[in-house]
């Protein structure tokens, strides 16, 4: 069965210093990745999403980036932290099928900046 | 999470119906989802409709669709303390990308 896990669960982290999150899918091949932010009290907002390795997609322009290094492995940076940063972000995966395309979601980190 | 609409919240006493509405704006949609967030966790997908579908139904959920309303509704049978979350609408556009977008969130409390 498919897995997927994200890390750390939570951090609190300082503006201004840089940001790994780390999102890791098990038990399936070339899926469709997913990086979304959840403000408190907010819907989800889809920052990134990447359909293979090396490629990603731009939703919002904002503070952050991500990295496809590898095929199940997605990665959210940023080298200054803001505190608009903070909130609760949210990997997901998909497996490509066209119009009947799921999204699975991980567990989530919670980032607050101060 | 503008292009579609949740109430923010929903009171239902346990053992009761809670009926969580959503209105959507992309007459194109495809497939509507219902995803339910528990505190502090990831989202998990409760169901979905595709869009040529008007009902249905999956043990104590049921999924009602209409088009040409563009209202989707999703009905929780016998309420538990286990179903206080916040539940997630969210349409999957068709063409392109198929971008899925989602709404704010019905955070629903059940009452002992």
């Known amino acids: 069965s498919q897995t997927i896990h994200q890390w750390p669960a939570t951090l609190v982290q300082p503006v201004g210093s840089p940001l790994s999150l780390e999102c890791t899918v098990e038990g399936t091949s070339n899926p469709n990745l997913y990086w979304y932010r959840q403000a408190a009290g907010r819907g989800l907002q889809l920052l990134f999403y990447s359909v293979g390795i090396g490629q990603i997609s731009s939703e919002v322009p904002q503070n952050l980036s991500a990295s496809r290094p590898q095929d199940r492995q997605f990665i959210l940076s940023s080298k200054k932290l803001l505190l608009s940063d903070s909130g609760f972000y949210l990997c997901?995966?998909?497996?490509?099928?066209?119009?009947?395309?799921?999204?699975?979601f991980g567990p989530g980190t919670r980032l607050l900046v101060l | 999470g503008e292009d579609v609409e949740q109430s923010l919240f929903l009171s239902v006493r346990e053992g009761d119906s809670s009926v969580i509405n959503c209105t959507y704006t992309?007459?194109?949609?495809?497939?509507l989802y219902w995803y339910k967030q528990e505190p502090g966790a990831g989202l998990q997908l409760l169901t979905y409709?595709?869009?040529?579908?008007d009902m249905k139904q999956d043990q104590r959920l049921t999924v009602l669709l209409n088009k040409k309303d563009k209202h989707l509704s999703l009905r929780i049978a016998d309420t538990q303390t286990g179903d206080s979350a916040i539940y997630f609408c969210a349409e999957r556009k068709s063409g392109g990308y198929q971008k899925v977008t989602f709404g704010t969130g019905t955070k629903l409390q059940v009452i002992p």
């Open positions: 409709i595709f869009s040529n579908m």
């Open positions: 997901a995966w998909s497996v490509p099928s066209g119009q009947k395309e799921t999204q699975y």
């Open positions: 992309d007459s194109s949609s495809t497939y």
